[in-house]
């Protein structure tokens, strides 16, 4: 199925092509417009073009307006202000939309270049260390960013660059020796990894031989002691296992879990390959890369003077081993904003390697708690299985409210997907740039711009169809839909602006332009709603609109669906 602004647009250029005898003019996008008076669509080709034609916008626009090409989209057309020309589309050709939709046909993107892989790595969480909260934004908006890339048909490749190679594994495994809860390993690993890693900061305060064990316990697992390595192995096993779980919840998958640890053997290499450029420098006993001063970042340290490689360094071999074992389009790393330096840093040095790969780091701001529960926990640092669980019953308090009579089983199964669907919402609903501030209450509210009112939507035109059903009413394709008014004409153009909605997501990586769609939705659907009988109109009125409606539906949950979040059919 076309795209509606193209099939729009592609009118305009045709007559365009006829009347001018050229192919040399702007082609701006046709925007929705505000106000249903002023038509359906709206464009300022004429204005943009005016210049290069020497021609008044008003007579381009009325030279296209009289002497549009023939074609079964738009109605008609009309001039407003200096020349923008207003658009009404043909009611045909928006059932004939509906219809499709509702049949389940797919759109076509050939005109974007979807060719190569497109790698992205996010969640990426510190092994023996609990995921926090930054990796919670970092999984879920990078789970949307991958459903929105694969709805437009891009290879997306989903890599967890789990942080499994770090001094931190040293000091656990001394730690480990001297100090571990053996029960509270089997119940809790991470607490327990977390416990002992606490201990050994503690102890070593007044143990400099602590440190120095450490060290040593590192080297040896670094030289493959066979001991260490089976240590280090049990705590990446048990890491996963916790993670997975979080994983499960949140209904998210990886394609691969290449930690940081793979590319070790690789960065003895890098750190030649950048003396030979004279990229790398010795500086104090350690391996630097300095920039030039209008790049204006901190050199970037590579090689410790031990010998250790560091973060850099790892991302350094990390991409030009994804160079070399993919036919990328390019990679996409999801992580919060404190590691905007490091990325810089390190996409510059790929830069000077003369290295091309496109590449963006796509950040985010920090999320904050308002609610004591989780913001008195030390650094942010909260138990994301505990909110989840938090949501959940708290979802499920509502749903007992609000639907007392549904089976027990019902019950949870709907306050999960509630539960889960307003955290998620919570964060991928924002500018992600921006710090979010999270509020149960508001989050979980059935009104605004929350995942329960969206679902709710979705849920109550469920139940309409339901109803149908029951009465035995039956639609099929060959029911006309009428859009007799205002309120239908414009739910039905809302409707088909998903997939421009899904591409300008993909373009700014911004999972929130399609929360701000979803809602805009919605909330055209409970005005429809709210003004026009379904099932008590006359049956052509009755079949048309609930052909309406349930193309609606379909598109709440397809666009929630590249949030991450799932539906209910009744809540
Ligand atoms: N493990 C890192 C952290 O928790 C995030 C890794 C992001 N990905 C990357 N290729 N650097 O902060």
């Known amino acids: ?65 009289d002497q549009i090409i023939e074609n079964n989209i738009i109605e008609k057309m009309e001039i407003a202000g200096p020349g923008f020309l207003n658009i009404f589309l043909q009611k045909e050709y928006l059932a004939n939309k509906i219809k499709n939709i509702n049949l389940g046909k797919k759109y076509i993107f050939d005109f974007i270049n979807t060719d190569g892989d497109v790698i992205i790595d996010y969640s990426s969480p510190n092994i023996a260390k609990r995921m926090h909260i930054g990796h919670l934004r970092s999984t879920v908006i990078g789970d949307s960013i991958k459903r929105i890339m694969k709805y437009i048909g891009y290879n997306v490749i989903a890599d967890n660059h789990i942080g499994d190679w770090g001094t931190q594994f040293g000091k656990l495994i001394v730690g480990y020796r001297k100090w571990l809860n053996r029960e509270n390993y089997i119940n809790n690993p991470i607490d327990e990894l977390e416990r002992i890693y606490v201990e050994f900061s503690k102890f070593s305060e007044n143990d400099e031989t602590l440190e120095e064990e450490a060290r ?119 992580t919060d904003e404190r590691q905007q330096d490091h990325f810089k840093q390190f996409f510059k040095i790929t830069e000077l390697l003369d290295w091309k790969i496109e590449k963006e780091h796509i950040w985010f701001g920090i999320m904050r708690f308002k609610d004591d529960v989780f913001s008195t926990r030390k650094g942010n640092v909260i138990r994301l299985e505990e909110l989840l669980d938090e949501a959940k019953s708290r979802a499920k308090k509502i749903v007992e409210e609000k639907n007392p009579n549904l089976s027990e089983e019902e019950k949870d199964h709907i306050a999960e997907v509630v539960g889960t669907g307003a955290v998620k919402y919570a964060d991928l609903s924002q500018n992600r740039m921006s710090p979010v501030i999270f509020e149960w209450d508001k989050i979980l509210s059935f009104e605004g711009n929350t ?80 003004a026009l009988p379904i099932l008590k109109e006359n049956e052509n009125i009755m079949k048309s609109r609930l052909q309406i409606i349930e193309a609606t539906a379909k598109v709440i949950k397809e666009s929630l669906d590249l949030l991450g979040i799932k539906t209910v059919e009744r809540m």
């Open 1 to 65: 199925m076309k795209i509606i602004e193209k099939e729009i647009e592609n009118v305009l250029k045709e007559t365009a092509i006829k009347l001018y005898k050229t192919e040399d003019f702007v082609m701006p996008l046709v925007q929705v417009t505000t106000n249903e008076k002023f038509g359906d669509f709206q464009t300022n080709f004429a204005m943009v073009n005016a210049k290069n034609m020497k021609k008044s916008p008003v007579s381009i626009a009325n030279e296209i307006k």
């Open 216 to 334: 040593f316990e590192l080297k040896k697992l670094h030289d493959n002691d066979i001991e260490n390595t089976k240590l280090w192995e049990e705590f990446i096993k048990l890491s996963l296992e916790e993670y997975d779980k979080i994983y499960k919840k949140l209904d998210i998958t990886f394609d691969t879990y290449f930690g940081e640890s793979y590319y070790h053997k690789m960065m003895p290499k890098i750190i030649e390959l950048l003396k030979d450029k004279k990229l790398a420098v010795e500086s104090e006993g350690a391996q630097v890369v300095f920039f030039d001063e209008k790049d204006k970042l901190p050199p970037c340290i590579v090689q410790k003077k031990d010998g250790a490689f560091l973060y850099a360094t790892s991302d350094i071999a990390c991409i030009k081993f994804r160079n070399e074992n993919y036919n990328l389009n390019k990679v996409i790393y999801v």
């Open 451 to 530: 995942a329960p009112y969206l679902q709710y939507t979705y849920a109550r035109i469920q139940s309409i169809l339901r109803k149908a059903d029951e009465l035995n009413i039956i639609v099929n394709g060959d029911d006309n839909i009428i859009l007799e008014t205002d309120i239908e004409k414009s739910l039905s153009v809302q409707i088909m602006l998903l997939p421009n909605i899904v591409i300008k997501a993909s373009e700014s990586y911004r999972p929130n332009i399609l929360a701000d769609y979803i809602f805009e939705l919605a909330k055209k659907f409970n005005t429809f709603y709210n």
